[in-house]
């Protein structure tokens, strides 16, 4: 259903504000970069720190934007399972494609909690439904074998596995076989995701450098795994600069260093430390970014 390089997009701010119109300006620099669909209001696009109403609205606004170029997959998890089932409505009535719903964070529901959970949103919204797991940042680890119990469900699609595990992303595809579709949460293992079955990456970088990512995915389904490889290799050292502190304060500093949108994030994130800020200037000149 979905496939390649998705982009988890970044939210732009200016004085405290959503710049919508920065916004839509990315959304451009990613279709003509060749993205193959734009994940607005996830992780690395500030969602927890969106209001209600800036919420859907960047929803509304990528969707517009978009205009059907591409699919547009929006961030509607939450620790809440009613917030979670109300914010995909949402997102179903403005237009998009298919929602991305991370674990409930602070919780730390067990697997049966988890389990719970997503049936619950699947059995409550018609629509094409992505897990998304990233302990690193929720605190609980969704386990293959509930995966595997969820892959069973109509809405459910396909899961962004954000653990950094070759061997956990394994035993997904092993026990779920085409039932589920797996995605690469980690720029740095998508190449070897995807040759263990990923059907892509929902990336960071891509921010920054959409026509690179893009080409890995497409390269690697040409079946031009030469040059798959070549580019993961070579785009190790600036996917890895785009973590050097919590995402998405470098790849806001890069698109800012870029002239694409405002480095602005929202606390409790802090802007990138004057010493990142110099060693990433000097990354992203190595790549001809700046």
């Known amino acids: 259903m979905f496939k390649g390089s ?19 300006e990315l959304v451009e620099f990613q279709i ?51 917030e979670a089932i109300e914010l995909s409505q949402k997102a179903k009535e403005a237009g998009v494609d298919g929602v991305l719903l991370v674990t409930p964070y602070y919780n730390k529901p067990s697997q049966e909690g988890l389990f719970r959970h997503y049936m619950a949103v699947a059995d409550g919204v018609a629509i094409p439904q992505i897990l998304y797991n990233v302990p690193g940042r929720t605190g609980v680890n969704l386990l293959p074998e509930t995966v595997a119990r969820l892959s069973g469900h109509r809405n459910i699609v396909a899961i962004k596995e954000a653990t950094g595990s070759l061997q956990q992303a394994s035993e997904i595809l092993a026990l779920c076989g085409d039932k589920i579709d797996v995605f690469s949460g980690d720029d740095f293992i998508t190449f070897p995701m995807m040759a263990c079955g990923a059907k892509g990456v929902i990336s960071v ?51 800012g260093l870029m002239g694409r949108c405002s480095d602005e994030v929202r606390l409790p994130l802090a802007p990138l430390s004057d010493a990142n800020r110099a060693k990433l200037a000097v990354i992203m000149k190595e790549y001809g970014l700046i």
């Open 6 to 24: 998705i982009v988890a997009i970044v939210t732009p701010f200016s004085n405290g504000r959503v710049d919508y119109e920065k916004l839509r």
């Open 205 to 255: 970088l891509a921010n920054i450098m959409p026509k690179a990512v893009g080409d890995l995915t497409d390269a690697f389904f040409a079946g031009d795994l030469a040059t798959a490889r070549r580019i993961h290799l070579e785009t190790l050292k600036i996917g890895n600069a785009m973590f050097m502190e919590s995402n998405p304060v470098p790849v806001k500093s890069a698109l």
């Open 32 to 82: 003509e970069g060749g993205t193959d669909a734009i994940v607005p209001c996830g992780t690395t696009g500030e969602s927890s720190t969106l209001d209600y109403d800036e919420h859907l609205q960047v929803i509304k606004t990528v969707v517009a934007q978009v205009n059907r170029r591409v699919p547009v997959i929006a961030g509607t998890g939450s620790n809440s399972t009613a």
